[in-house]
């Protein structure tokens, strides 16, 4: 059974950073390409970075130059670090395969970012 388990989400100012956590279970990790997606209100689900197993990396425009996404493969984890954040970054944060898999998202994790 897959599980993920998204955390690190919260309130933050505008400017601030955070890192997100994601842990999976029951699935492949290593050969896996991962990605991390969010969900404003009244927005669809768009991908934010993904990351592939060699760790190439790509980044949604809006957020290319602020987030880091990274992978420890010892530990099925993936990360987002998030720096200089803006209220438009304000969305419930996901992780899933990249390409995601509909039987693989997880609760999310929340993200606020005030002005």
């Known amino acids: 059974q897959v599980q993920v388990v998204e955390s690190g989400g919260g309130l933050v100012q505008a400017g601030g950073s955070l890192r997100l956590s994601c842990a999976t279970s029951?699935?492949?990790?290593?050969?896996?390409?991962m990605g991390w997606y969010r969900q404003a209100p009244g927005k669809q689900r768009e991908l934010v970075a993904a990351i592939s197993v060699g760790g190439y990396t790509t980044y949604a425009d809006s957020v290319k130059g602020r987030f880091t996404i990274s992978r420890d493969n010892a530990k099925n984890t993936v990360y987002l670090q998030m720096n200089n954040m803006k209220p438009d970054d304000t969305a419930v944060y996901y992780c899933?395969?990249?390409?995601?898999?509909?039987?693989?998202w997880g609760q999310g994790t929340q993200v606020t970012v005030s002005s």
């Open positions: 029951g699935v492949t990790f290593i050969i896996n390409a």
């Open positions: 899933n395969r990249h390409p995601a898999r509909a039987t693989m």
